[in-house]
């Protein structure tokens, strides 16, 4: 954990229950380390809240390198790549020719060549490359050749720089990414009574659906961080280091590579500089979050790479960190990174020279663990089904936030450190953290990459909100007696059923659960059971509420992805004023008036175009009049057309808009 060690977050926490719904370990391991948790955005909608935990980096590697070791088949090498094997057919070859007349790529990654000068074959190979290659990191205006900093000691990991010359002449396009981190402080030195309190949620709620409704590894350990701000006297210090100087030598900040001198770093995790720059009448909440049960503290916020003295100098301006000491400070590293857009939906890039490669090409340009772990995890299940012939794993952005994540970074490229958020994605109710192992274990297990412990368990899942639904549906009281309960129902004599009750304003579960245990009269004769479906479960409790409070929008959403998928061919009439459609962004205005498509499917190649695009644009030929499906005015009947895939796999075949099987009858 080179940065911050935390784990998830608005968007982010949503991919890590994703990847553990695909069998990856990054939930389980931070349930095993995680000393603080928190669900973020509780009050709001339960589309856009998200799960995240502070680790303790310690327990969290030695956890994550006890699965990996234990993990059946896999062989653990230590060592710095310096190059790839390219298995490449010779120019003008018969082999060379077949595979350009065929459209193939012509050779293939088959091996790494390591510092040491040891030669790795493989059948596929998957790049994990981070800031490393050609990484540089900046500390004021000190520069060296670094990856990263060592988490325990000034000393600096290398950078791959052979590797970097490699990609290059492959014909990659290679371009150049700025992030930094903020400096490590003493938490003896700080002041914590003059600190607002930020106390872990308890019970704390796990990442992993392996362990839902359980527990995790240190709750009897949790911790509380706290938070500072901020100031006048912090903002002035940024500014004055900032002026110009009459001299290169006297300036305070990097001489960056990327971004015209000013370093293209992540828009949504900027720099202390950049937000000063931006909002100079604004306070800059920084919350204090423990790198460990014991030890050094992370100043979530405040990333700059200032002069180590300039560093101290913005900290001690703050509230409680007056007398702070910094153990490691700030620092910025740039490094190379592979253009997103030459890769595939399946994490798979293609060269310019014909090369095909299966690196996580687009792992290096994102901002977190979170995004790496859900591209690795699409890389390295495609390398290996890849070996085995199978067919690919992809994702569509109505199953996950994998799809979004994968098919933003293709379809349109990166010049920044692409950062996941809910807003991103078009149908993000059906998208929720509490769901993603009904979206996704399915899709894993056909693909081979899901055991059967986590199959077992969402069937389990499954058949719990199958009892609570039935209870809800068994039970009914008047409006009277639910009036009477404090609900906000007119109390009438009309029957209403506990589901229908949670779908009433301000509603709760645990509400509805309380009356039905104190009118044991409610229960009906066609649920013959009755009181011995109480309590409800609490396996799939949060999932059946959401389910059921939310039931119209998600069957709104469900048949939005499918007209979608049914009007593919839907014509678009020439010079259609797409400037006249409120809901498209201008970039989507300026794209669809350059290429005028022909049809939907032709509208959903333009890199960019989102499928919530496609629908309102779906809309306004309805209501012209303007639409036509095929020749002979009927609905086709083969399958989404290939440009469009890369939104829908598998959208044709699946029984429901999420690619799972429903949870339960009516869900």
């Given at each position: 954990?080179?940065?911050?060690?935390?784990?998830?977050?608005?968007?982010?926490?949503?991919?890590?229950?994703?990847?553990?719904?695909?069998?990856?370990?990054?939930?389980?391991?931070?349930?095993?380390?995680?000393?603080?948790?928190?669900?973020?955005?509780?009050?709001?909608?339960?589309?856009?809240?998200?799960?995240?935990?502070?680790?303790?980096?310690?327990?969290?590697?030695?956890?994550?390198?006890?699965?990996?070791?234990?993990?059946?088949?896999?062989?653990?090498?230590?060592?710095?790549?310096?190059?790839?094997?390219?298995?490449?057919?010779?120019?003008?070859?018969?082999?060379?020719?077949?595979?350009?007349?065929?459209?193939?790529?012509?050779?293939?990654?088959?091996?790494?060549?390591?510092?040491?000068?040891?030669e790795l074959r493989a059948r596929a190979v998957v790049l994990t490359t981070g800031t490393f290659l050609r990484g540089v990191v900046h500390v004021g205006r000190e520069s060296r050749p670094a990856g990263r900093f060592v988490s325990t000691s000034e000393a600096v990991e290398p950078p791959s720089t052979g590797l970097a010359a490699t990609l290059g002449r492959l014909a990659l396009p290679l371009d150049r990414l700025k992030t930094g981190t903020p400096p490590r402080l003493s938490a003896k030195s700080i002041d914590f009574s003059r600190l607002e309190p930020q106390p872990s949620e308890e019970p704390p709620l796990p990442f992993s659906f392996l362990n839902e409704g359980e527990s995790v590894a240190q709750a009897a350990n949790l911790i509380t961080c706290h938070k500072t701000y901020t100031n006048a006297e912090t903002h002035r210090i940024v500014v004055d280091s900032k002026q110009p100087r009459r001299s290169a030598a006297e300036h305070t900040l990097p001489a960056y590579e990327s971004g015209d001198g000013k370093g293209a770093g992540p828009r949504y995790c900027p720099s202390l500089f950049s937000k000063v720059e931006r909002f100079p009448e604004r306070e800059v909440r920084t919350p204090l979050e423990a790198e460990g049960l014991a030890g050094a503290v992370y100043?979530?916020?405040?990333?700059?790479?200032?002069?180590?003295?300039?560093?101290?100098?913005?900290?001690?301006?703050?509230?409680?960190?007056?007398?702070?000491?910094?153990?490691?400070?700030?620092?910025?590293?740039?490094?190379?990174?592979?253009?997103?857009?030459?890769?595939?939906?399946?994490?798979?890039?293609?060269?310019?020279?014909?090369?095909?490669?299966?690196?996580?090409?687009?792992?290096?340009?994102?901002?977190?663990?979170?995004?790496?772990?859900?591209?690795?995890?699409?890389?390295?299940?495609?390398?290996?089904?890849?070996?085995?012939?199978?067919?690919?794993l992809t994702v569509g952005r109505h199953q996950g936030y994998i799809g979004v994540l994968v098919d933003d970074l293709v379809t349109r490229g990166t010049t920044e450190p692409y950062r996941m958020f809910t807003s991103r994605a078009e149908w993000r109710l059906m998208l929720r953290a509490d769901n993603a192992d009904a979206r996704l274990t399915p899709l894993g297990a056909a693909c081979g990459l899901v055991g059967e412990r986590r199959l077992e368990r969402l069937r389990e899942k499954q058949a719990a909100m199958q009892?609570?639904?039935?209870?809800?549906?068994?039970?009914?009281?008047?409006?009277?007696?639910?009036?009477?309960?404090?609900?906000?129902?007119?109390?009438?004599?009309?029957?209403?059923?506990?589901?229908?009750?949670?779908?009433?304003?301000?509603?709760?579960?645990?509400?509805?659960?309380?009356?039905?245990?104190?009118?044991?009269?409610?229960?009906?004769?066609?649920?013959?059971?009755?009181?011995?479906?109480?309590?409800?479960?609490?396996?799939?409790?949060?999932?059946?509420?959401?389910?059921?409070?939310?039931?119209?929008?998600?069957?709104?959403?469900?048949?939005?992805?499918?007209?979608?998928?049914?009007?593919?061919?839907?014509?678009?009439?020439?010079?259609?004023?797409?400037?006249?459609?409120?809901?498209?962004?201008?970039e989507e205005v300026e794209k669809l008036t350059a290429t005028q498509p022909a049809t939907l499917s032709e509208a959903g190649a333009i890199p960019g175009i989102t499928p919530k695009a496609l629908f309102y644009i779906y809309n306004h030929l309805r209501q012209a009049g303007g639409s036509s499906r095929t020749e002979e005015g009927g609905a086709a009947e083969e399958e989404v057309p290939e440009p469009l895939r890369h939104h829908f796999p598998g959208a044709s075949d699946a029984s429901d808009a999420s690619g799972a099987e429903p949870v339960a009858e009516g869900l």
């Open positions: 954990m080179s940065c911050n060690p935390s784990i998830g977050g608005i968007g982010k926490g949503h991919l890590v229950r994703e990847v553990d719904a695909l069998d990856g370990l990054m939930g389980r391991v931070i349930d095993e380390a995680g000393i603080h948790f928190r669900m973020l955005n509780r009050r709001k909608g339960p589309a856009v809240q998200g799960p995240r935990a502070q680790a303790d980096r310690e327990l969290y590697r030695d956890a994550m390198l006890r699965e990996l070791q234990a993990y059946p088949g896999l062989e653990l090498y230590e060592a710095s790549v310096e190059d790839l094997v390219v298995d490449e057919p010779a120019e003008g070859s018969a082999a060379a020719a077949a595979a350009a007349e065929a459209g193939r790529p012509v050779g293939r990654a088959c091996g790494v060549i390591t510092a040491d000068g040891s100043p979530n916020g405040i990333s700059s790479a200032f002069p180590p003295d300039v560093q101290l100098r913005l900290v001690r301006s703050m509230v409680g960190l007056e007398g702070a000491t910094i153990l490691k400070p700030a620092y910025d590293v740039e490094y190379d990174y592979i253009q997103p857009r030459y890769s595939r939906d399946t994490a798979e890039a293609c060269s310019g020279a014909g090369q095909r490669l299966t690196p996580r090409s687009g792992q290096s340009s994102t901002t977190g663990y979170e995004e790496a772990a859900a591209l690795g995890l699409v890389a390295g299940a495609n390398a290996a089904l890849s070996c085995s012939r199978g067919p690919p009892r609570g639904l039935r209870a809800l549906r068994g039970f009914a009281l008047p409006n009277a007696e639910w009036a009477a309960a404090g609900f906000g129902v007119k109390p009438n004599g009309e029957l209403r059923t506990a589901e229908q009750m949670l779908h009433v304003p301000r509603a709760e579960l645990c509400d509805v659960e309380a009356a039905m245990a104190a009118a044991p009269h409610g229960w009906r004769k066609a649920c013959p059971e009755g009181a011995s479906l109480l309590p409800l479960p609490s396996l799939g409790r949060e999932a059946m509420e959401i389910e059921v409070k939310y039931s119209n929008y998600l069957e709104r959403q469900a048949r939005e992805v499918a007209r979608l998928e049914e009007h593919a061919m839907a014509s678009i009439p020439r010079h259609t004023d797409y400037a006249a459609l409120p809901c498209l962004s201008k």
